[in-house]
């Protein structure tokens, strides 16, 4: 490889003379009956088969365990036929051809000989490999497969740009992106899929690159370079002989082998509104107390980090005492007022608090490996504003270590017990720097993506320990399994066209990767200009997302924009309220397949090609299908997929009926939408209120509807 990139780079094109493999693969055997063995130049390698696909793993394995997989491959029984220089693994379903000088893989389907998967077959003029279909680096391992033209892959976490990934180079690694504009996002995961049927599932904690057909590395090829001493991959298959949506399939095959979303509580369907940051308790109060009078539709209302910390002290579960003389007093008003709330915190402790000194000398800290003493944070001031003031220098919760691990999901016990529903898990990409070790002995930044999922299951045990409402976690950066921390969120977008077509394909990408559960920021984060159009589209798109939460940088209360806009937010409410019994049953639905609540019309569509390339609208669910407007002018371009589509008015009996399979544009009102329902669906409409505690419920806590629309 060339010299190497800092940690959130992406890498240049690689040297391939310098990596290419040669290795001869020696004595293929058969170990036991479910797993063979294959010894080559650059280590020892295990393979398996179920029928969820191929499993190759090298035979040096971690020490320790993150807890990353909760279900083991089903194996199926293997035969071995040793040819000259070839051999074939085979089982019921999957017959695998193993090349040598170098290593590689073709996987045919055994009743039909149909070929699902081969490593790369990008050649050379001098050499038989262009790029190395598996092969040993400087840097980790590199795997390539072979890619037909034009075909589209997906996946890869929450990304801005397009939902097909050919073209593009991804780096699997968490970063506070302050944005949605570029390649950097705050939830990655190195799985990715192809409606071929195949799908790629690298079980690590360390970065992972993605050269997905991109032209610098290879365009006919996607190339993988783990930057791990291990190597776990999970090669998925699904036949299209037996399957009508691989896609589906892809999820449903990582998400059993990763873990399920938990169906989040009923209230946390409900409208959400925050803000950074609500100044005091007074300010707090006002806001909540008009929402109540002006009976806005809302469940949940949220103190943000300055709201509640010292900034200069933070995080320690602590009220600043300054403004919050008594926190338990301005809780049991906003329960008299029906509001759930959500509160804020970080994993970073001030060097200006006493518990950085005390979880210093209790080794709960991230250590330095310099010094031995607890490494020194420091923020990039460059991101710090007039409203989002510095932080001082802080030191990072070590969650490797079991008791710091357990005091912090312990310590959330006294918020839960003054009131507070749910958490807001904000950061956890800190761990940037090689000379920062963990407890474990595990380097900064091959702890830097997993750290996420340590931080994350830690807050969401306490939910699930000490919350008197239901779990319910709202985390910003996610890896390998955080799905099993019920729901994540877009952080930061620009608050213009492009921020929230960016945020909303993030959550798209997000549910390509399996995780059912996101919400944006509805108007933008930052740099707001007060734009009523881009804030009630924003509001109109976020009806159909599993969590709506309206929140950034100054209000985003309905009547702090103006009258034609809080009336046409105020209706997107009121519908957003109407569609909570089908938004739980789509949840549900969630819980037990995979199956992202906003779907792309990849996996939406599987049989119609010529859907997959709209990937700005997607289903809400099984049954309706949102276009959302991306433009100031209203103007809306959509398809509309074979079969004939009501248009969702739940005012009118005989609703506008639109053909499928054409393209349709048209210009809508402030306050209209273009959302359709497959005719003939009934669906579940919920009466209109103002919190989700006044619909109806079952004995077992299910939603109960009021009536049906018949679309």
């Known amino acids: 490889m060339t010299s190497k990139a800092p940690a959130h780079a992406l890498p240049e094109t690689p040297d391939w003379n310098s990596i290419v493999a040669e290795d001869i693969v020696e004595d293929p055997e058969l170990i036991n009956s479910t797993t063979a063995r294959i010894r080559t130049g650059s280590g020892t390698f295990y393979l398996q088969v179920s029928s969820h696909g191929v499993r190759m793993f090298s035979h040096k394995q971690r020490d320790y365990d993150y807890g990353l997989l909760v279900a083991d491959f089903d194996l199926l029984d293997l035969n071995l036929d040793i040819e000259s220089e070839k051999f074939t693994i085979s089982s019921d379903l999957y017959r695998i051809h193993v090349g040598s000088k170098p290593l590689t893989l073709t996987v045919e389907q055994v009743t039909t000989g149909d070929t699902l998967l081969k490593t790369a077959s990008d050649g050379h003029f001098v050499r038989t490999h262009r790029v190395p279909p598996l092969a040993k680096t400087q840097d980790g391992w590199m795997l390539s497969l072979s890619l037909s033209s034009n075909e589209p892959v997906y996946g890869l976490g929450e990304k801005w740009g397009a939902l097909n990934k050919r073209g593009q180079l991804i780096r699997s690694y968490n970063s506070d992106a302050l944005g949605v504009n570029a390649e950097l996002s705050y939830k990655n995961i190195p799985f990715c899929w192809s409606p071929e049927g195949w799908g790629m599932f690298v079980h690590t904690p360390a970065v992972v690159t993605h050269s997905v057909g991109h032209p610098s590395w290879s365009q006919r090829s996607y190339c993988c370079l783990i930057e791990d001493e291990i190597f776990d991959v999970f090669l998925l298959l699904k036949p299209k002989s037996i399957t009508e949506n691989v896609g589906a399939e892809m999820i449903s095959a990582l998400t059993q082998l990763t873990g399920r979303a938990p169906l989040p509580p009923a209230w946390s369907g409900g409208v959400i509104l925050s803000k950074a940051y609500y100044q005091d308790p007074d300010e707090l109060l006002k806001v909540a107390r008009e929402v109540r009078s002006k009976n806005m539709p809302c469940d949940t209302i949220t103190i943000d980090g300055r709201a509640w910390q010292d900034t200069d002290t933070r995080f320690a579960f602590e009220w600043d005492d300054s403004r919050w003389p008594d926190p338990k007093k301005v809780m049991d008003e906003l329960k008299q007022l029906n509001f759930k709330v959500c509160i804020w915190e970080y994993p970073l402790i001030s060097v200006n608090h006493s518990w950085f000194s005390e979880f210093a000398e209790k080794g709960w800290l991230i250590k330095d490996i310099r010094t031995d003493q607890a490494y020194l944070y420091d923020w990039d001031q460059q991101a710090f504003g007039e409203v989002l003031t510095t932080l001082p220098q802080s030191g990072i919760v070590d969650f490797t270590h079991p008791d710091a691990y357990a005091f912090w999901r312990d310590a959330h016990k006294d918020l839960f017990d003054i009131g507070i529903d749910m958490i807001k898990a904000d950061f956890g990409e800190q761990l940037e720097d090689d000379n920062m070790i963990a407890s474990n002995g595990e380097r900064g930044l091959a702890l830097h993506n997993v750290y996420a999922h340590l931080y994350n299951r830690c807050v969401y045990e306490a939910a699930e320990l000490y919350s008197k409402s239901g779990p319910f976690l709202f985390s910003r950066s996610s890896w390998i399994g955080c799905q099993r921390f019920n729901s994540q969120w877009g952080g930061d977008p620009q608050a213009d066209w492009e921020g929230m077509m960016g945020n909303v394909r993030g959550g798209l990408s997000w549910g390509l990767s399996g995780a059912p559960f996101y919400a944006t920021d509805i108007g933008g984060f930052y740099k707001d200009t007060r734009d009523d159009a881009l804030y009630v589209r924003w509001a109109q798109a976020a009806v159909f997302s ?71 609208q997607f289903m809400f669910g099984a049954d309706i299908l949102v276009a959302p407007c991306f433009n100031p002018s209203g103007q809306v371009e959509y398809y509309l997929p074979k079969g004939r589509w009501s248009r969702l008015d739940l005012a009118s009996s005989e609703p506008e009926v639109l053909l499928g399979s054409q393209v349709y544009t048209e210009v809508l009102e402030l306050d209209g939408m273009a959302v359709f329902v497959r005719e003939g669906v009934s669906l579940p409409i919920n009466k209109a209120v103002l919190s989700t505690d006044e619909l109806s419920h079952g004995s077992d806590g299910e939603l109960l509807h009021d009536s049906v629309w018949l679309a």
């Open 546 to 616: 599993a969590h709506f939460r309206l929140h950034g940088i100054g209000a985003r209360e309905p009547w702090s924009y103006s009258s034609e806009a809080e009336s046409a937010v105020f209706g997107a409410l009121e519908l957003r309220y109407r569609l909570q019994t089908y938004l739980q049953k789509t949840m549900i639905e969630a819980t037990v397949t995979g199956m992202p609540v906003q779907r792309p019309m990849v996996i939406a569509f599987p049989d119609e090609k010529q859907a997959w390339g709209f990937e700005n």
